[in-house]
């Protein structure tokens, strides 16, 4: 199993198993994730269509590397931002982009890595 919206900090988990008329639970057992806990929001073109913007909340300041790549893996567009607390909106433009599926990926200056794609 997978947690795929973990907290930050101490985490307790344990499993619940249903057998037949009865429930059976595992030990609990802790977990720290001291993950960045950055967030993209949403990724949408501002009304002139020449940006894109990508909200991002984070529970951390951070500077980030953000890139655009299209569907067969070819870098459109990179631009490192510093992202704030508790949310940022960043502008990338993108009159130069085709239409079509993209990829935004954003490394932080620890290495963590958040995708998400758009269109």
Known sequence: MIDKNPLTGKIFYRIKVTYFDH???????????????LKIIKIYKDNSSENLIIAINTENEENALITI?????VRLQQKKEHICTPSTSILLPINNLTA??????????????????FY
């Not at 079509?100 to 794609?117: R, V």
């Open 69 to 73: 790549y299209s569907i067969m893996g």
């Open 23 to 37: 429930l059976l639970y595992s030990n609990t057992i802790s977990v720290s994730n001291k993950s960045s806990a």
């Open 100 to 117: 079509g599926q993209c990829f935004l990926k954003i490394i932080t200056d620890d290495n963590k890595i958040f995708n998400k794609n």
